[in-house]
Antibody
Framework: EVQMIQSGAEVKKPGSTVKISCKVS????????LHWLQQAPGKRFEWMGL???????SIYAERFQGRVSITADTSRDTAYMEMTLTSEDTAEYFC???????????????WGQGTLVTVSS | EIVLTQSPGTLSVSPGARATLSCRAS???????LAWYQRKPGQAPRLVIY???TRGTAIPDRFSGSGSGTDFTLTISRLEPEDFAVYYC?????????FGQGTKLEIK
């Protein structure tokens, strides 16, 4: 059974950094891309970026480029999303597996349970 | 970008009845690349349908997807108590991939 377990809720100040983890089990971690998505209150899901655990390479959505870093630790079967926060980043963050090819993201097969990040001064 | 509009926003249906959820795209969705996800509070979203009509892993056959072009439908026949949730559509045929705003399926 595939499981993706995310780290717990965080409360942070604007300008600080948050790092969320996503530990996977039930499949070979390096076999699939690992994505991160954001869902702000009342907003739609938005794709943030991905990491290819097999080689550590990452790709980011333009809106998050420069302030998000997505990494993978194959020794721990864990992916991380680190972001420098603004007051607009209060949201739930999800990891998910899914294919990626020729600039296209595909559907997301499995998801983590979500991590709520609250940004408040 | 392609905007997905789901309707209705909330759907109240009795257990055992049929539910029909709609997802309309602002432009044609390339090659029927549309997925549906189920989200329950505190749980991970679950892939229900991909490719407009293919069920995800372990999804019961009371779930069915249909549609092409700009109009897509998720139908749940014979609603079970565990089916009440929020459902999201997602197009992945054109970059950037985009999501609908969700339909809440609640018990009547």
């Amino acid at each position: 059974e595939v499981q993706m377990i995310q780290s717990g809720a965080e409360v942070k100040k604007p300008g600080s950094t948050v790092k969320i983890s996503c530990k996977v089990s039930g499949y070979t971690f390096s076999d699939f891309f690992l994505h991160w998505l954001q869902q702000a209150p009342g907003k739609r899901f938005e794709w943030m970026g991905l990491v290819d655990p097999s080689d550590g390479s990452s790709i980011y959505a333009e809106r998050f480029q420069g302030r998000v870093s997505i990494t993978a630790d194959t020794s721990r079967d864990t992916a991380y999303m680190e972001m420098t926060l603004t007051s607009e980043d209060t949201a739930e963050y999800f990891c998910a597996t899914g294919a990626y090819s020729s600039g296209l993201i595909y559907f997301f097969d499995y998801w983590g349970q979500g991590t709520l990040v609250t940004v408040s001064s | 970008e392609i905007v997905l509009t789901q309707s209705p926003g909330t759907l109240s249906v009795s257990p055992g009845a049929r539910a029909t959820l709609s997802c309309r795209a602002s432009q044609s969705v390339s090659r029927g690349k549309l997925a549906w996800y189920q989200r329950k509070p505190g749980q991970a979203p679950r892939l229900v349908i991909y490719g407009a009509s293919t069920r995800g892993t372990a999804i019961p056959d009371r779930f069915s997807g249909s549609g092409s072009g700009t109009d897509f439908t998720l139908t749940i026949s014979r609603l079970e108590p565990e089916d009440f949730a929020v459902y999201y559509c997602h197009q992945y045929g054109t970059s950037p991939s985009t999501f609908g705003q969700g339909t809440k399926l609640e018990i009547k």
